[in-house]
């Protein structure tokens, strides 16, 4: 992978960029759908291209678990598998690790949890997390880590933070496949002491990337945007930075303000599967009422497939019918709109203009449409 800074925008930390990698050239900012199981829900390969997504992440805890990576490697990697020729990301597994899974017993080796799937007992290690993660081929992979839930103590977060460092150190010494580029994470909570200590041991391991991990997880858009203020800073700006999990388009835009590159959330196929659209007019519940005889698009300025084609009427039709074209058309939607979003933040920040065009993007889209 190669990272090229392009532009900053002269009124914010926010940049342009481009990743270079063996599937393609990925601009940035960029926003990442999420394809958890080596599939973004109810969308095939080429539905997301026409949607305008270069990169997605999928889910190396999940993929372990079925089909096995094995099984991928088998079937000549993920992009092969999945028949997706663009940017795969794969994460590491630590976060689903300790959110999914009821019982589980961390250590300083690694950690034992039970299988969703079957109840057998598993283990993953900073070793075998990344040994997954090069049998499934992904062009970006991500150390093992601790992520703490919020609130938690500080020593709970030092501890965590220190097991993040030395998990991230024993990833590198293992990590083999040179087409393949490895990315360390930066945690410690909420606590500037923790995040600043993490970050700079990190960088001391010159990692080919930096991702931030352990927010968007109840500490709310006020305190993530503090912790954003002073870690952002901190990671070399030569190199790709990445925000885990989030989100929300004022989380993201709040964060690319702040210099951040890459982003992945699984809200806009979420939403979409649950009725939920994100228009610049405000987020629609196609299951209102109100949209029973109403022929407009969902969004009368989008040009995605899902509006240049299909009422608002029709739309809340398929959902109460139950028919699963409904929630693929509003799930293409919103991804087209996360994209979208994010060509427009790429195109403020060449004009020096980003500030302008968040204030003015958000009032439109934080409106409550209902």
């Known amino acids: 992978m190669d990272f090229r800074l392009i532009k900053t925008d002269k009124h914010s930390s926010a940049r342009c960029g481009e990743l270079k990698t063996l599937h393609g050239v990925v601009p ?6 999420v394809g958890t199981q080596g599939t973004v829900k109810t969308l095939t390969p080429e539905y997301m291209k026409k949607a305008g997504a270069s990169a997605i992440l999928c889910n190396t805890y999940h993929l372990s678990l079925r089909p096995g990576e094995d099984v991928v490697y088998n079937g000549g990697g993920l992009h092969k598998f999945m028949g997706w020729d663009n940017l795969i990301i794969t994460d ?3 976060y689903q690790v300790f959110s999914l899974s009821e019982f589980t017993k961390v250590s300083d080796n690694g950690v034992e949890f039970k299988s969703p799937v079957d109840g057998s007992s598993k283990f993953f290690s900073p070793e075998i ?7 499934l081929g992904a062009d ?3 150390a093992f880590d601790e992520c703490v839930p919020y609130p938690c103590e500080m020593d709970m977060a030092r501890t965590a933070m220190e097991r993040t460092v030395d998990w991230a150190k024993r990833c590198l010494s293992v990590h083999t496949r040179e087409d393949q580029t490895l990315f360390g994470i930066v945690q410690g909570s909420v606590f500037k002491e923790l995040r600043i200590e993490c970050a700079e041991k990190l960088i001391d391991l010159n990692f080919d990337g930096y991702a931030i991990g352990g927010l968007s997880v109840g500490e709310g858009r006020v305190l993530m945007n503090q912790v954003l203020d002073y870690i952002v800073g901190y990671l070399p700006s030569n190199k790709p930075r990445y925000l885990m999990g989030v989100g929300f388009p004022g989380d993201i835009l709040d964060a690319v303000e702040r210099g951040v590159d890459m982003f992945d959330c699984i809200i ?3 939403n979409g599967r649950n ?14 009422s109100k949209y029973k005889y109403d022929n407009l698009p969902l969004d009368k300025e989008c040009n995605c497939y899902t509006c240049k084609n299909f009422s608002r009427s029709y739309l809340r039709h398929l959902f109460y019918a139950k028919e699963v074209l409904g929630l693929a058309l509003l799930s293409l939607h919103n991804i087209y709109f996360f994209t979208e979003m994010m060509r427009m933040v790429r195109e403020s920040i060449m004009n020096n203009e980003f500030l302008r065009f968040k204030s003015e993007f958000l009032s439109s889209v934080e409106k409550n449409a209902a």
């Open 268 to 270: 806009p196929t979420r």
């Open 140 to 142: 970006i992979i991500m």
């Open 129 to 135: 997390a990344v040994k997954i993660q090069e049998d």
């Open 92 to 94: 590491s597994g630590g």
């Open 275 to 288: 009725g939920s659209a994100f228009t610049l007019e405000g987020k629609r519940n196609i299951l209102n």
């Open 28 to 33: 940035t900012p960029v926003f990442m759908p």
